[in-house]
């Protein structure tokens, strides 16, 4: 089931890029830096050693493999999003190389960031495909090496479902950047295109918009995520539910960003990403305690009057955690 399988899977965070880089010891970005993007993708060879062999490195041609290829394709995208928008140098913001196996395991129905480098499963064929075929996938994983290089969020409750969702709201962000919409015109789903038989209650993994609403059938069983405080789902599994109670964060930003208006990484996701990166947000912080730092951020950014200030404390109250 998608619980066994996707959802609920969990992987220690390793902190190999927590030990290797301190904390915001960052080298910025200077306006009119070169980026500096290097990518390789390797092929496990649906064995599960890490990283198998190199299948295509920076500036090669395309292979002819999806998966191969996807990767390649969506770590760049996901790279541009950061680079152009934020102006981050890839997941450290010194110009980290990108390193992506897939081919991982066999019929492996999940994707994950293992502390060091993404890696990419093909999926069994029948309930899930290859998991790159969603570029907010593959920009969920990169994230997750953000995120633990500028917040080193905590896998485990609040902290750890506030680590999903970052992962949710930039993995959105990369394709929605990639489309070219707004966020009106975004879907705002997760894994909507991994599906081996998509259906009407098959939409994707998660629902940003409609959190709870991505599936329902038999198989797969009801979307557990909840909307709202007021459902906080209260679980041993899945690390206290980082996967279920993430979408409480990301229904805030959906609503944020839809109450602004406009390309949804301009403004909501230029106030996610300093909350972020402000030095007050802490390993163990609650949804409330994020809550308040995208307020700051958009004030500093805005103007505490401003529609972006308004709209963010909206948000956070629509879903009941301010
Ligand atoms: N695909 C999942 C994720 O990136 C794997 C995990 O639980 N870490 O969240
Ligand atoms: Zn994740």
Do not use: C
Not at 274 to 301: I, V
């Amino acid at each position: 089931t998608l619980s066994a399988d996707f959802s609920f899977r969990t992987f220690r965070a390793t902190s190999a890029i927590a030990q290797a880089t301190a904390p915001r010891a960052r080298i910025a970005v200077m306006p009119g830096t070169e980026p500096v993007l290097k990518r390789t993708i390797y092929t496990a060879k649906n064995k599960q050693t890490l990283p198998g062999d190199v299948v295509r490195a920076e500036g090669a041609a395309a292979t002819g493999d999806a998966a191969v290829d996807e990767a390649y394709d969506g770590l760049g995208a996901t790279y541009d999003l950061f680079f152009k928008e934020f102006n981050r140098n890839s997941i450290d913001d010194a110009g980290m190389p990108l390193h992506a196996t897939v081919h991982y395991g066999k019929d492996y129905d999940n994707a994950f960031w293992n502390g060091s480098q993404m890696v990419f499963g093909d999926g069994d064929q029948t309930l899930f495909k290859r998991f790159t075929a969603s570029l907010d996938v593959i920009g969920h994983e990169l994230t997750h090496g953000v995120t633990e290089v500028e917040a080193a969020l905590a896998y485990q409750g609040q902290s750890g479902a506030l680590n999903e969702s970052m992962s949710d709201v930039f993995g959105s962000l990369v394709k929605q950047y990639k489309l070219g919409q707004s966020a009106d015109q975004a879907d705002w789903l997760i894994g909507a295109d991994l599906f081996a038989e998509p259906g009407p209650t098959r939409l994707a993994l998660r629902s940003m918009k409609a959190p709870g609403t991505a599936y329902d059938d038999p198989v797969l069983g009801k979307d557990p995520q909840p909307a709202h405080m007021k459902d906080y789902v209260h679980t041993v599994e899945d690390n206290g539910g980082v996967h279920i109670n993430s979408g409480i964060p990301n229904k805030a930003f959906y609503l944020a960003a839809s109450a602004i208006g406009g390309n949804a990484w301009d403004d909501a996701g230029r106030i996610w990403y300093e909350a972020l990166l402000d030095a007050r947000l802490k390993p163990n912080a609650t949804f409330k305690q994020f809550a308040k730092l995208t307020q700051a951020s958009a004030d500093k950014l805005h103007g505490a009057d401003s529609t972006q200030s308004k709209a963010v404390t909206q948000a956070w109250k629509d879903v009941g955690v301010l």
